[in-house]
């Protein structure tokens, strides 16, 4: 509580910060006022947590408050209170009070300090403060009330301006106006009040006139006057305290040694007579009259209580006699009644009840006739269960145990006879439950373990399959139904075992058949099956393979085939016999022909009421639930055995070894075969392709690892010179630009086409090296890889994304890192090695986009994001392409440094450093011409002018030339005239700004 108070001061005094502003005192808790170091507190809370640290000591179990000078708190100086006392003192003395801003560490400062302490300080929060509403003034707290001040006894008369002196002449005669928020109260408004309390008040008036009127004018009644009676009782208790205890205690008796002495004390008395002697009145003559005295009293008082109850006694005298007499008249009246019930009796009650007698014995009759019959038909109950049960009748057989116990319990319970009957049908009914269970293991295993017909080897696709119905139909439908009438409803999950043993068993078989077709030795092998299937090669494999998914295929749409017949005796047990459909079903599930009923439909067709319902709707939810899921486990199981057949034949490396042709050929077999699973179950199984995945990862490994080992080897043998374009790369870009895919075109027995200088793409020429040709090549591999197996797109992605950046980065380190150098003995890296890089560069970047678009069709929706790699590898390329522009423009600034810094302005015009200059850059623009297109050339051209204005500027201002018209002025117009007439003939730069005027200071 003393911790609310103090949150609630708190809350107070820092919620409005106008009244912070208004008062110019500093609030108690936000400092301490007597530690050496200012410490600012941010509640008070902090604050009761420092004084209690710091300024309290523990004396036993109580608590001394040391907040003030000389340790000596000016509240609570030295007695010690209670842990709860002690912080509701903090709260009230020491948080609540405000203090001025100097610092109270003087006597002035106590002296404020307590005075503060006695007003704490008001609180804006709405809600009640016990430390601050303490001092409050209410109506309680005045001294003199309104009345008294307007009467009072020392004025000789009311000084009529009492009021009016204040709030002016017309206060008293003003006319005050009723109250609108208070209603009009009439008598009306207690007519309720005074009808319900008419007949009390009647009644009191009654009692008030019965009360005798005093005999004489002296005895005034005490039941009108209740002070009077108070003091007579308050007399007559004191005259009976006159009067010792120990005559009023009950065991009072003088019979008792130690009462009598107490009474009579003789010894006191004889020792008072010798030593008063000379007393004329003798001691016992004292004793009598006391006694005496007590008796009087007594005798006094009892009187006065018998005149007081004489009333009540003559009254329960008389209501006595009155009693009597009443009990005698009902008496007499019993005696009366009696004498007629008896009458009644003998005329109307005999009779009738002779009759119902009677009524009863022939009805009782009737029944024990009926329970004869009943029994007989009991009696016969085990000869028609075994009739029942020879013809697989389960349910009936089920149906008859259960009514005849019905019966037994309710209508023959007691019959000695039947005693061991109810024991006997539950013997017989487990009898049956475990007759079911046995034939419909029997049942399952002899369906899915017989011998694969033609038919069902004929039909391959699953719409074809799904039209065969299961063996002995009718015999699964009566275990079915009886297993649900019991609610047996594990014969789901047996079901779905003996399906995994009959998958296991085909594909051993088949394994073992494939291996006795093939004339492969195994002799000396000494191995099991998965060593003689590891001697196959990959035909052998493959058809081994093909023959393993066609048997599973076969057993599957068997499985299929009867969980439909299941899930229809499911939906009729339901009593679901009229929807055409079940809505639990896939849409797939049921493919019969509707012009030729199922023999569950021919079986329920005629009869269906409320009581065949075996099943509720929760129950035949969960059924179907759980016969799909069955379904779905058996593929997985399918899938997990396949899957032990592909990793026995990877275990020597055998699947890493396959070429592309040969592992895409594998996965579209195990493809069809998950699609075909798909189809039948409804649901994608991930065993088989997350190890497909994991063949196609390695697979991918090395895919990648060949060519990347490749391009690496081929990168670090370029020399970097145009070479020319092969036949089929020209095919394969003209391929690409036609059709718009990524993929190889076929090839021709036509003779090659000769070889050309250039990469024609979309029209536009390509000047490149052997190196990006085969890029180009391994980039349309990449792509024709992911459309024959889409499931390894994302790791395709991030293959190729890292040859791209190798390329990029490896060429970057030859060319701009003059790598190439050392590799293969270049002398230097010319401007002509650097513009082929570039194009090979732009020829890549050309084809960046297509690329991003092809996988981005056969990404899946939540890896999209990876193709936020291509836009990286897109701007890798771009940035690399520009530094090699750049490159290009500082080597050529460079030389114009060099040759500008050694120019001088004389004759003979024009000056040798300006033909070098231009013959420098007529070679660089006739080697980079035939490499890079014309806008690029333009554009490095035009950067190299700039370059060359900016040298020209600098050396003029070196040389002291300036625009004056002077000689030197002339010689070096001269010179401009001779380098701008060079750059115009130079092809495609006809109009080049060659305005020379911004190199004059």
């Known amino acids: 509580m003393a911790t609310g108070n103090v949150d609630r001061i708190g809350r107070s005094s820092t919620s409005s910060p106008a009244f912070a502003t208004s008062n110019p005192s500093v609030v108690a808790w936000k400092r301490c006022s007597f530690c050496a170091e200012p410490i600012i507190f941010k509640s008070p809370r902090e604050f009761c947590r420092h004084l209690r640290e710091c300024h309290c000591t523990k004396e036993g179990g109580s608590y001394v408050c040391r907040y003030g000078m000389n340790g000596v708190c000016p509240s609570l100086p030295l007695e ?80 009529t301006d009492f009021f009016t002196k204040t709030w002016g002449e017309s206060f008293e005669k003003g006319q005050i106006l009723p109250s609108p928020y208070l209603p009009d109260i009439t008598k009306h408004h207690f ?91 003798p001691p016992s003559k004292l004793l009598q009259e006391k006694l005496s005295h007590y008796l009087d009293i007594v005798e006094v008082q009892i009187a006065k209580q018998i005149s007081l109850r004489s009333e009540a006694f003559f009254h329960a005298m008389t209501s006595h006699d009155a009693l009597q007499e009443h009990m005698t008249r009902t008496c007499a009246a019993i005696k009366h009644l009696r004498d007629k019930i008896h009458n009644l009796d003998a005329t109307l009650v005999k009779g009738p009840l002779t009759i119902m007698r009677l009524s009863k014995s022939r009805s009782n009759a009737a029944d024990l006739f009926n329970k004869l019959k009943l029994m007989s038909t009991v009696h016969q109950t085990q000869p028609t269960i075994q009739m029942l049960l020879s013809t697989n009748e389960f349910v009936g057989a089920l149906d008859l145990i259960s009514t005849t116990q019905e019966v037994l319990t309710q209508e023959l319970a007691g019959v000695h006879s039947f005693r061991h009957l109810g024991s006997q049908l539950a013997e017989l009914e487990k009898l049956i439950d475990k007759m079911m269970q046995a034939d419909f293991v029997r049942y399952a295993t002899a369906d899915l373990n017989r011998p694969l017909s033609q038919t069902e080897k004929i039909m391959e696709e699953p719409s074809q399959c799904s039209n065969l119905r299961p063996c002995n139909e009718e015999r699964l439908v009566a275990i079915v139904f009886g297993m649900l009438r019991q609610h047996k409803f594990n014969f789901v999950d047996v079901y779905r075992e003996e399906a995994c043993t009959a998958i296991k068993a085909i594909i051993k078989q088949t394994i073992i058949d494939c291996i006795t077709a093939t004339d492969t030795d195994t002799d000396g092998t000494g191995g099991g099956l998965a060593d003689q299937m590891r001697n196959l090669n990959y035909p052998q494999w493959m058809e081994l393979l093909r023959n393993v998914f066609s048997n599973l295929m076969i057993l599957l749409t068997r499985v299929k085939a009867t969980q439909i017949v299941m899930c229809e005796v499911v939906r009729v047990a339901a009593g679901k016999v009229h929807s055409s459909k079940s809505p639990d079903m896939a849409s797939g599930d049921q493919t019969e022909d509707d012009t030729e009923p199922t023999i569950v439909s021919r079986s329920v067709s005629m009869e269906c009421d409320a009581e065949d319902i075996m099943i509720t709707d929760t129950e035949h939810t969960r059924i179907v639930a759980s016969l799909k899921e069955m379904l779905c486990q058996v593929c997985d199981h399918s899938h997990d055995r396949c899957v032990k057949i592909m990793t026995a034949r990877a275990k020597d490396g055998f699947l890493e070894k396959l070429s592309s042709s040969e592992f895409v050929t594998l996965s579209r077999a195990i493809e069809r075969f998950v699609g075909d699973c798909e189809d039948i179950c409804g649901r994608r199984s991930t065993s088989l392709r997350g190890s497909l995945q994991s063949q196609a990862t390695r697979f991918v ?288 730069l006809k109009d080049i700004e060659n305005s020379m005027g911004n190199i004059w200071r």
């Open 701 to 988: 490994n090395r895919f990648h690892d060949e060519r990347k080992i490749k391009l690496s080897l081929i990168l670090d043998s370029e020399r970097w010179k145009q070479t020319d374009v092969p036949g089929e790369f020209q095919e394969l870009v003209d391929s690409i630009a036609t059709t718009g895919k990524l993929c190889l075109p076929e090839k021709h027995t036509e003779s090659e086409k000769k070889p050309s200088e250039s990469l024609h793409v979309n029209g536009e020429k390509y000047a490149v090296v052997g190196t990006v040709l085969m890029l180009l090549k391994m980039i349309v591999e990449y792509c024709q890889c992911i459309d024959d197996i889409p499931t390894i797109t994302s790791d395709f992605l991030q293959r190729l994304v890292e040859l791209l950046k190798m390329f990029n980065s490896r060429s970057c380190q030859l060319v701009l890192g003059a790598g190439a150098l050392q590799l293969v003995g270049l002398k230097t890296i010319t401007t002509k090695n650097l513009a082929l890089a570039s194009r090979c560069l732009q020829l890549v970047l050309h084809y960046i986009p297509m690329v991003r678009a092809h996988f981005e069709q056969r990404l899946p929706a939540k890896q999209i994001q990876m193709l936020k790699h291509f836009d990286h590898a897109t701007k890798d390329y771009t940035d690399h392409i520009s530094e090699i522009s750049k490159k290009l423009t500082v080597i050529m600034g460079g030389m114009l440094e060099s040759l500008l810094s050694r120019w001088e302005v004389k004759a003979p015009m024009p000056s040798t450093c300006f033909r070098t200059i231009c013959k420098q850059i007529s070679k660089f623009h006739e080697a980079i011409a035939d490499l890079l297109p014309d806008k690029q050339v333009q554009e490095l051209l035009i950067k190299i002018n700039a370059s060359f204005k900016e040298h020209l500027k600098m050396q003029l201002i070196r040389l002291s030339v300036i625009n004056d018209n002077g000689p030197q002025h002339g010689l070096v117009m001269a010179d401009l005239a001779f380098y701008t007439g060079n750059m115009k003939t130079l092809p495609g």
């Open 80 to 159: 010690g209170v209670s842990d709860r006392d002690y912080e509701d003192h903090v709260a009230r003395d020491h948080v609540s009070i405000a203090v001025e801003n100097v610092p109270a560490r003087d006597s002035g400062s106590q002296s404020s300090s307590r005075t503060n302490s006695r007003s704490p300080t008001p609180s804006l929060s709405s809600e009640p403060s016990v430390v601050q509403d303490q001092h409050k003034w209410t109506v309680y707290s005045s001294k003199v009330n309104l009345p008294a001040a307007l009467n009072d006894p020392r004025l000789a008369k009311r000084e």
């Open 191 to 281: 007519m309720k009040y005074l009808h319900r309390t008419s007949k009390r008040f009647k009644h009191h008036q009654r009692n008030s006139q019965s009360i005798a009127a005093p005999n004489s004018p002296s005895e005034l009644p005490v039941d009108l006057f209740p002070a009077l009676a108070a003091r007579q009782f308050d007399k007559s208790r004191t005259e009976l305290g006159q009067i010792p205890k120990y005559f009023l205690h009950p065991g009072f008796s003088l019979e008792n040694p130690d009462t009598f002495n107490t009474v009579f004390p003789w010894q006191q008395i004889e020792a008072t007579r010798h030593a008063q002697s000379s007393m004329p009145r």
